[in-house]
Structures are given as structure tokens and as C-alpha cells.
């Protein structure tokens, strides 16, 4: 067993986020602030460390069979609403918006074991943002599990989700494109522009040069049904860094706003997101496919809707993935939930990776995962846990330096 020392994996990642950070002023501190907030904010923004601890520990990281494309950096906040590629029918009725997995930057194919034990060990650190007590989450841990087991073995996601996740898709299915630009942009009629600002950061004048050259490779990747129907509308009215996320604070990140379908409210805004090696292959090896290619064939794999317009394009030499943002983008604000609904919100969310993963499985567990192989996964949830709650704090006494 090696023995991993949190103040020297602090160190680690605050050198690794200040180089990552290096080129936009003020976002390494962002970066910072944002992980210090909780363990758990922690663990959303240092996936790559993550592994490497794994590495370090090869215990941990070995678990029961079945394999196929992974999230990568599976957790709590991985969850979310989004706008489907195809109106979904919900109950005899077409609905705008769905919940399920909204992230694969870091998607790479390997044993479900790794996303399943860091969902379980991202549930574990979220427990007080859930206002649950140890034993409490280690219940809803077991949860998490069993639904994920059965699902993965060929049981079907509930129509019935949780209050919560009923009540986030029903606030955002029909909520309007005005409340995404209104958020974002600024301006009259149909000449938006971004908010400049610590949200949308101006460009070079050379970048943005590179970024207007290669939207339009972009759009050429889109499916066919999916490009839009006439020149005006993706007229470029502004382009702006974006700054979001926590993991992917430092990778190039880039906003685009054109014409849409004009009008006061017609615009659409697209966002490019550099891609490059997943945070596993420390742990898995490089993959085969090119990066782009590996997160859009993953979201495809796994999801039974993946979301509107995925497509790619190079900025200058740089991969980036490229998606439609739409106003039904929102998340479960995990400081709010009802105590009552935390059991079936763990099963729900076991449930949904559950399904992803028989979608995009190369190999299926001939039988369930026992009882004994449960258990065995939160143990290493709970180790992995205490490390990270030790590193958190290990940063959080950095920051205060």
C-alpha cells in the first residue's frame, strides 16, 4: 500500500491549475475559489489527480467486470437538464428537456468500476451539501449501487424520477431563449453582443480571427437534419472567452453568438471547449480515437438522447468540441433538496449511469455485481473519500497563505 501525503498533492494540483491557468488573468484564483468551496467542489475540479491517486493505489482501483465507455469524471454534478437532439415524449407529451449524464469531455473506455466508484465517492463527500449524516450517506450509497446493479443488468430507468429532478425539468422545459441571452448578452433588437466581463473575457483580435475561420467547420460536422437552413443564421455577431466549469478552468473555452433566427430574442449562442487527453489515461492509457471524436462518440453510445447540434472544429491547432447551448440547461442545486427525496435521487442517479453504461457497454457482466462486490465499492469510496476531504483541506490552508 503506498502512502499518499495530502499536503504534497495539494501542492500537485496548485502547481498543475496555476500553469493550466497561466494565460488568462485573475483564473487561477477563480479556479481556486471554486474548489475551496466544499470537498466536493474539490473532487469536480481535480479529476486528473483523482487518477493518479488510483494509480498510486491499484487496490482501489480494481473492482467487478464490465466494461465500455465511461464519463470519465463521474459525479454528483454530472447530472443535469438539457435540450435533447429530438423532443422526448414524456407520459403521451413532447417535452423540450430531459435529465440524464451532461458531461463526456472526459469519457474513455474502460471498466464501469472507476465511474461507479467515483459517482459513489463524489455521493460520500456531497453528504453535508445534502443534509445528510455519515450513516445517512452510506445508506444512500448502497442505494446508488443497487439501483445502478439492476439497471445495468437489464432493468428499465423509472418514468417516476424524484421530486427534484420532476420539478427541474418541468421548470426548464418550456423556458424561453430569452433567459439564456438575456444572462449572457446585451444590446437591442437582433445586434446582441456578450456581457464582457470575468464571465466572458474579450479575445485577441488573433484569436478571434482563428475562432471566426473555424465555426463554419464546425457547423459542416453537424448531422445533416441538424445544420442550420440558410447562411444568416450563423452570422457571427461576437465571440468571447467563456469561463465556466471547475475542472476545465484553463482549457480554451470559447462563446460564440450569431444570428439564429433573428429577431429580439432568435439568437443563438454555441460554445467550443478544447479537448485533449482524458483525465483516466493515466490510469487506462491514450485512447485510439481523436478527441473530439472519442466525447461525441461517447455522448452517443451512452445516451438514449444525446443533446442537440455535437459537432467539432479546430481553433488555430486546437480540438474543440462544439454544442448549441439552450435555456433548458440547468442542474439539481444540491443545497435544497428534501431529505425525503435523497433515497430516490441516489437511485435515480445509479439508475441513469446504470443504463449509460449497458448503452455503451463492449462487455457485459455475465451476472450482477454481488452483495460483497457492493460493499467492497463503497469501502473504496470511503478511502478515496477521506483522502480527498484531507487534500480539500490541504488546499483550503494553501489558499489562506
Same mark, same amino acid.
Not at 324 to 334: G, I, S, V
Given at each position: 500500500?503506498? &502512502?499518499?501525503?495530502?499536503?504534497?498533492?495539494?501542492?500537485?494540483?496548485?502547481?498543475?491549475?496555476?500553469?493550466?491557468?497561466?494565460?488568462?488573468?485573475?483564473?487561477?484564483?477563480?479556479?481556486?475559489?471554486?474548489?475551496?468551496?466544499?470537498?466536493?467542489?474539490?473532487?469536480?475540479?481535480?479529476?486528473?489527480?483523482?487518477?493518479?491517486?488510483?494509480?498510486?493505489?491499484?487496490?482501489?482501483?480494481?473492482? %467487478?467486470?464490465?466494461?465500455?465507455?465511461?464519463?470519465? =469524471?463521474?459525479?454528483?454534478?454530472?447530472?443535469?437538464?438539457? @435540450? &435533447?437532439? $429530438? =423532443?422526448?415524449?414524456?407520459?403521451?407529451?413532447?417535452? $423540450?428537456?430531459?435529465?440524464?449524464?451532461?458531461?463526456?469531455? =472526459?469519457?474513455?473506455?474502460? %471498466?464501469?468500476?472507476?465511474?461507479?466508484?467515483?459517482?459513489?465517492?463524489?455521493?460520500?463527500?456531497?453528504?453535508?451539501?445534502?443534509?445528510?449524516?455519515?450513516?445517512?450517506?452510506?445508506?444512500?450509497?448502497?442505494?446508488?449501487?443497487?439501483? +445502478?446493479?439492476?439497471?445495468?443488468?437489464?432493468?428499465?430507468?423509472?418514468?417516476?424520477?424524484?421530486?427534484?429532478?420532476?420539478?427541474?425539468?418541468?421548470?426548464?422545459?418550456?423556458?424561453?431563449?430569452?433567459?439564456?441571452?438575456?444572462? *449572457?448578452?446585451?444590446?437591442?433588437?437582433? *445586434? @446582441?453582443?456578450?456581457?464582457?466581463?470575468?464571465?466572458?473575457?474579450?479575445?485577441?483580435?488573433?484569436?478571434?480571427?482563428?475562432?471566426?475561420?473555424?465555426?463554419?467547420? +464546425?457547423?459542416?460536422?453537424?448531422?445533416?437534419?441538424? @445544420?442550420?437552413?440558410? &447562411?444568416?443564421?450563423?452570422?457571427?455577431?461576437?465571440?468571447? *472567452?467563456?469561463?465556466?466549469?471547475?475542472?476545465?478552468?484553463?482549457?480554451?473555452?470559447?462563446?460564440?453568438?450569431?444570428?439564429?433566427?433573428?429577431?429580439?430574442?432568435?439568437?443563438?449562442?454555441?460554445?467550443?471547449?478544447?479537448?485533449?487527453?482524458?483525465?483516466?489515461?493515466?490510469?487506462?492509457?491514450?485512447?485510439?480515437?481523436?478527441?473530439?471524436?472519442?466525447?461525441?462518440?461517447?455522448?452517443?453510445?451512452?445516451?438514449?438522447?444525446?443533446?442537440?447540434?455535437?459537432?467539432?472544429?479546430?481553433?488555430?491547432?486546437?480540438?474543440?468540441?462544439?454544442? *448549441?447551448?439552450?435555456?433548458?440547461?440547468?442542474?439539481?442545486?444540491?443545497?435544497?433538496?428534501?431529505?425525503? =427525496?435523497?433515497?430516490?435521487?441516489?437511485?435515480?442517479?445509479?439508475?441513469?449511469?446504470?443504463?449509460? $453504461?449497458?448503452?455503451?457497454?463492449?462487455?457485459? &457482466?455475465?451476472?450482477?455485481?454481488?452483495?460483497?462486490?457492493?460493499?467492497?465499492?463503497?469501502?473504496?469510496?470511503?478511502?478515496?473519500?477521506?483522502?480527498?476531504?484531507?487534500?480539500?483541506?490541504?488546499?483550503?490552508?494553501?489558499?489562506?497563505?
Amino acid at each position: 500500500m503506498t &502512502p499518499l501525503d495530502p499536503n504534497a498533492l495539494a501542492r500537485f494540483q496548485l502547481e498543475r491549475d496555476r500553469a493550466a491557468t497561466r494565460g488568462v488573468p485573475g483564473l487561477f484564483e477563480h479556479k481556486l475559489e471554486r474548489m475551496s468551496a466544499s470537498p466536493l467542489a474539490f473532487l469536480r475540479g481535480a479529476a486528473p489527480l483523482y487518477y493518479r491517486i488510483l494509480q498510486a493505489r491499484p487496490e482501489l482501483a480494481s473492482g %467487478p467486470k464490465g466494461k465500455g465507455w465511461l464519463t470519465g =469524471d463521474m459525479h454528483l454534478e454530472n447530472f443535469g437538464a438539457y @435540450r &435533447p437532439n $429530438h =423532443d422526448v415524449d414524456v407520459d403521451g407529451h413532447a417535452s $423540450h428537456a430531459v435529465f440524464d449524464l451532461n458531461d463526456f469531455d =472526459d469519457a474513455v473506455i474502460g %471498466p464501469f468500476y472507476l465511474d461507479v466508484l467515483r459517482l459513489t465517492t463524489s455521493l460520500i463527500l456531497g453528504g453535508r451539501e445534502l443534509g445528510a449524516d455519515g450513516v445517512r450517506v452510506l445508506e444512500l450509497s448502497h442505494s446508488l449501487l443497487n439501483a +445502478y446493479v439492476k439497471t445495468l443488468s437489464g432493468g428499465k430507468v423509472s418514468r417516476v424520477m424524484p421530486q427534484s429532478i420532476s420539478r427541474l425539468v418541468a421548470q426548464v422545459k418550456d423556458r424561453p431563449q430569452s433567459v439564456l441571452l438575456d444572462a *449572457r448578452t446585451e444590446g437591442e433588437g437582433g *445586434r @446582441r453582443r456578450f456581457l464582457h466581463g470575468e464571465r466572458y473575457p474579450r479575445l485577441t483580435p488573433a484569436l478571434e480571427k482563428q475562432v471566426r475561420a473555424a465555426f463554419p467547420s +464546425y457547423v459542416a460536422s453537424l448531422h445533416k437534419d441538424e @445544420r442550420p437552413t440558410s &447562411p444568416e443564421q450563423i452570422e457571427i455577431l461576437d465571440v468571447a *472567452r467563456r469561463v465556466a466549469g471547475t475542472g476545465s478552468l484553463g482549457c480554451l473555452r470559447i462563446a460564440v453568438l450569431v444570428q439564429g433566427k433573428g429577431g429580439k430574442d432568435g439568437q443563438w449562442i454555441f460554445d467550443l471547449k478544447e479537448q485533449g487527453s482524458p483525465s483516466a489515461s493515466v490510469l487506462l492509457g491514450k485512447p485510439d480515437l481523436e478527441p473530439v471524436v472519442r466525447v461525441i462518440t461517447a455522448a452517443r453510445a451512452c445516451l438514449a438522447h444525446p443533446p442537440r447540434m455535437l459537432g467539432m472544429t479546430r481553433v488555430g491547432k486546437t480540438p474543440m468540441f462544439g454544442r *448549441r447551448l439552450a435555456p433548458q440547461e440547468d442542474k439539481l442545486d444540491l443545497r435544497h433538496l428534501e431529505h425525503k =427525496d435523497l433515497s430516490l435521487l441516489a437511485a435515480a442517479l445509479g439508475s441513469l449511469l446504470g443504463r449509460a $453504461h449497458r448503452h455503451g457497454a463492449t462487455k457485459l &457482466p455475465k451476472k450482477p455485481w454481488s452483495d460483497e462486490a457492493r460493499a467492497g465499492i463503497v469501502d473504496h469510496a470511503i478511502t478515496l473519500a477521506g483522502l480527498h476531504e484531507a487534500i480539500y483541506l490541504a488546499i483550503c490552508k494553501e489558499v489562506r497563505r
